[in-house]
């Protein structure tokens, strides 16, 4: 791992999928945390330092999270919202939305880590003027996989596929082509240029109708060109005060039906009915507690 002076952010690596096994997650995280180290952090000098959280307990006080699920509807339904419960940056990765349409749930896995190391409140953004013309400028979203997040564009470290991420000059468009690396890969030859299956969210200041997206080849035909709920696209494009906190803590439903099943069985009922009354008490009681709050539609 690289040696360097950079402080390093804390970020609970958090596996609530059902499709993803404990062998290939964690086999997946220390690839990661060699993608940050010794090739993000170079570049863009951002470091962090990832931990597994093992499932049914809980992550460290002020540790960001990046969160393994299914699917958007499993997140709400476990209580991952926004931001973590003490609102600070959080990141989500669909593995059985990836697995359903092909895609390898450790590139973006790695996508949605890189972004929210590159942008974790989800506010930054490169002023442009496009075609190097004075009057008119947009605003480019400073997502960093995006132009390049294909998986046909996503390189190995040991056996792990990741995913390929733009340098700060690919946001420079005075750079000739291939005057310069835009991107780790070498795959980007001219900044602001995006490769097939790629997007971009711009703000046109001049038109003021709210950010939209650019798109290269093939990208338009890709599920991942709509921005899900909860994804940071979603998150950008609506008022701050409109995010939630996360109100569920992490494993406390498994916790809770393990603990509850156990008691039953030394009692001499039956643990599977245990099982399936626990969880509808549970999941009455959080649908309770997201109704007392201001919920997004």
Known sequence: MAENNVARIQIAIINESTVVNDDDFKKVVPALQKQ???????????????????KGTTPPKGYWWLVILDNTDQAGALGYHD?????????KVFAGTDIQYGLQWSVTASHELLEMLGDPNINLCATVYPGNNNTFMSLYAYEVCDACEDDKYAYDIDGV????FVYPTWFENFWKKDQTQFDYGKQIHNPLELLSGGYISVYDVQLGAGWTQLSGPEAAEKYSSRAAVGSRRERRRILR???Q???????HLRTAVVTQSFTSAAKGQDPLQSVADDIGKILREVEEIRRSKNTRP
């Open 241 to 243: 005060s409109r995010w």
């Open 36 to 54: 940050v180290s010794n090739h993000f952090c170079p570049v863009w000098g951002i470091d962090a330092v990832l931990t597994i959280v093992p």
């Open 245 to 251: 906190i996360s109100d569920v803590t992490p494993g």
């Open 161 to 164: 596929k990741v995913s390929d």
């Open 83 to 91: 931001v973590t419960n003490e609102g600070l940056p959080a990141g």
